[in-house]
């Protein structure tokens, strides 16, 4: 007899992080509810910057930590190889120009379309440099150099790879973690349902009429939706720009990519972002990216790597840039996750 789906949630890193397992007993899903939730909270120990005493907050301070938890240094390394691997479009040292335009609290603290006030110091410069880090193994010590950085986002790609690995490993079959509109999923190899996920209009709370068709992935979302505030009466938002240390310029308000891993989809979602629709979709087809580009006028497009996990919704059909797509029912309610 199939059991029940279970599900359960967890906040950390300033959003909740939901948890669905397809198959598993009541006893055994607490057990792993329990040992994610101590998880998560390592985590966010380790790598946030809205708790003063988080290893990354003390990195922050003198740009170096001695005796650094495995935790960080996987993050600041990741980090590392996102920047070289964007060409420098992936930055982390943001966190000065993210407070100077007032996101200094999380931003559940904060709210969608709050009039903030400008965050203490001066304007942030463009570091004009490659970010570097170094770990020396016989000191044991982790350097980042003089300018602060934030790990947000490639932290909750990170967590959500993780979470997904320890799930996997402690055999609980089929799940979804869902935190922030992003979603890691694995498929068990005797499962023959994929998992669907429901991508919202970034612009009301319209349904996109194209599902996600996915078995083990993950889906990653760069969009001005939620995270946007206006400082002296001008919009801003949470995607920095490295060139200018200001919220990015461009012709896109929200970019959707599908990839094997979590923290790599949200490097590759904010990329697409700062290029902008036509460089963007120029990238995806170079670098074989899966990505949903939605324009600051309404218009979809997509990559052709995006059409192998495209599925149109049963009950619409719909022309997107040209495209008629064609119609294809799913099997099972999709998760939905906004953009």
């Excluded at 993950?218 to 995270?227: D, E, G, I, Q």
Aim: charged residues 25%.
């Amino acid at each position: 007899m199939k059991k029940e789906p279970r599900t359960w949630r967890v906040h950390a890193m300033g959003t909740y992080f939901n948890f669905q397992l397809r198959d598993a007993g009541q006893r055994e899903a607490k057990r792993l509810a329990e040992a994610s939730e101590r998880l998560l909270h390592s985590m966010e120990a380790s790598w946030s910057r809205f708790l003063a005493d988080s290893e990354l907050s003390s990195l922050n301070q003198t740009g170096e930590l001695r005796h650094p938890s495995t935790l960080l240094k996987l993050a600041v390394f990741e980090a590392l190889n996102a920047h070289r691997l964007t060409g420098g479009y992936f930055d982390p040292r943001v966190k000065r120009a993210l407070e100077h335009l007032g996101y200094e609290r999380s931003f559940a603290e904060l709210g969608t379309g709050a009039e903030l006030a400008p965050g203490g110091g001066s304007t942030p410069p463009s570091p004009g440099s490659a970010f570097c880090a170094t770990f020396d193994e016989h000191s044991d010590v982790l350097r980042i150099g003089s300018e602060p950085i934030d790990l947000g986002g490639i932290g909750k790609g990170l967590a959500l790879r993780m979470l997904s690995d320890h799930l996997r490993h402690s055999e609980s079959g089929s799940h979804l973690i869902e935190a922030g509109g992003d979603i890691r999923t694995y498929l068990d190899p005797r499962d023959q349902e994929p998992w669907f996920v429901d991508i919202e209009s970034p612009f009301s709370s319209a349904r996109l009429p194209m599902l996600v068709r996915i078995g083990s992935g993950a889906v990653a979302t760069s969009s001005l939706k939620v995270r946007n505030w206006k400082v002296d009466g001008r919009p801003k938002h949470h995607i920095i720009d490295p060139a200018t240390m200001d919220s990015a310029r461009s012709d896109l308000y929200a970019v959707t990519v599908v990839d094997a891993d979590s923290a790599r989809a949200e490097v590759l979602s904010k990329w697409i972002f700062l290029l902008g629709e036509a460089s963007g979709l120029e990238l995806a087809r170079e670098r074989q990216i899966a990505a949903l580009l939605i324009s600051t006028t309404g218009g979809v497009r997509y990559s052709s790597y995006w059409t192998r996990y495209m599925q149109v919704r049963a009950e619409a059909s719909t022309r997107a840039t040209g495209c008629i797509l064609s119609e294809v029912s799913s099997p099972i309610e999709p998760v939905s996750v906004s953009t």
